[in-house]
C-alpha cells in the first residue's frame, strides 16, 4: 500500500550546526505535506506545511523542501538548538479533501549533541 | 483558549472492560480526528469527522466507535479492551485545509 516513510531512524547533531531530516512518499495524488515536532510526553506540534504547487517554503529557522518528482520532503533545521531534540513526523494528505486524513510517517529522532 | 484538550491523561483497563475517550476543542474547528500511536511508530487514523453529525473511518477503526454530536466534542469509545489497543491516543482538530492542532495524548494500558 502507498505510505509515508523516513529514510532514517536517529539523526545525531552537534548544537549549532545544520540539521536536515529526509521524508519520501508515495502517494501521488497527495498534495500537501506537513512536518510535525513531537516532545517527550506531548502531542505533535506544527512546524511548517507546504503545497505541492511549491518546491520550497521557509519559516522561522526551518525550510521545507519538495521534489515532487522523486516524490521527496525535506526538512532542513538551521543552527540547531538542543530545543530541537524531539522526534520528527512528516505527514501527507490531499489539501482539497479530508485533510483530517494524514499519513505519518514513522519519525526520526532528532538528538542535539551540547 | 485552551485548544484541545484529553480526558483522561492515564487509563488502565482490563481485558472486556469499555471506556470512553474525551476530546474536546474551543477553536470552532470543523475537522476532529482520532490517532493511536504505537512505539517506534507514526501515527494511525482510528476515526475523523468533517462536521457534527459526521463521521468516517481512518486506518485502524476496528475495536473503535465515535460520536460527534457538537462542534466542540469528539469522543472515542472502546467496546470491549485489548492488549493490543494498549497504546497513546491523540486527538486533532482544524479548520478545513488548515493546520492540525493536537491534544496532550492519553495513555492506555489494557491488562
Known amino acids: 500500500g502507498e505510505s509515508v516513510g523516513l529514510h532514517l531512524p536517529t539523526l545525531s547533531v552537534q548544537e549549532g550546526d545544520n540539521s536536515i531530516i529526509n521524508c519520501a512518499y508515495s502517494?501521488?495524488?497527495?498534495?500537501?505535506f506537513i512536518w510535525y515536532k513531537q516532545e517527550s510526553g506531548k502531542g505533535p506540534q506544527f512546524i511548517i506545511d507546504?503545497?505541492?504547487?511549491?518546491d520550497k517554503r521557509q519559516g522561522q529557522r526551518v525550510t521545507v523542501l519538495l521534489n515532487k518528482t522523486v516524490k521527496h520532503l525535506s526538512l532542513q533545521i538551521a543552527a540547531t538548538q538542543p530545543g530541537d531534540s524531539a522526534v520528527y513526523f512528516c505527514?501527507?494528505?490531499?489539501?482539497?479533501?479530508?485533510?483530517?486524513?494524514?499519513?505519518f510517517g514513522k519519525g526520526i529522532t532528532l538528538s542535539v549533541r551540547p | 483558549n485552551a485548544g484541545v484538550t484529553q480526558t483522561p491523561k492515564f487509563q488502565v483497563l482490563k481485558t472486556g472492560q469499555s471506556m470512553t475517550l474525551q476530546c474536546a476543542q474551543d477553536?470552532?474547528?470543523?475537522?476532529m480526528s482520532w490517532y493511536r500511536q504505537d512505539p517506534g511508530m507514526g501515527l494511525r487514523l482510528i476515526h475523523y469527522?468533517?462536521?457534527?453529525?459526521?463521521?468516517d473511518q481512518g486506518e485502524v477503526p476496528n475495536g473503535y466507535n465515535v460520536s460527534r454530536s457538537t462542534t466542540e466534542d469528539f469522543p472515542l469509545r472502546l467496546l470491549s479492551a485489548a492488549p493490543s489497543q494498549t497504546s497513546v491516543y491523540f486527538c486533532?482538530?482544524?479548520?478545513?485545509?488548515?493546520?492540525?492542532?493536537f491534544g496532550p495524548g492519553t495513555r492506555l494500558t489494557v491488562l
Open positions: 486533532a482538530s482544524s479548520h478545513r485545509g488548515g493546520e492540525q492542532f
Open positions: 502517494n501521488s495524488a497527495s498534495d500537501y
Open positions: 507546504i503545497r505541492s504547487n511549491m
Open positions: 505527514a501527507e494528505t490531499s489539501y482539497t479533501g479530508a485533510n483530517s486524513k494524514l499519513t
Open positions: 477553536m470552532n474547528h470543523e475537522y
Open positions: 469527522s468533517v462536521g457534527a453529525g459526521i463521521t
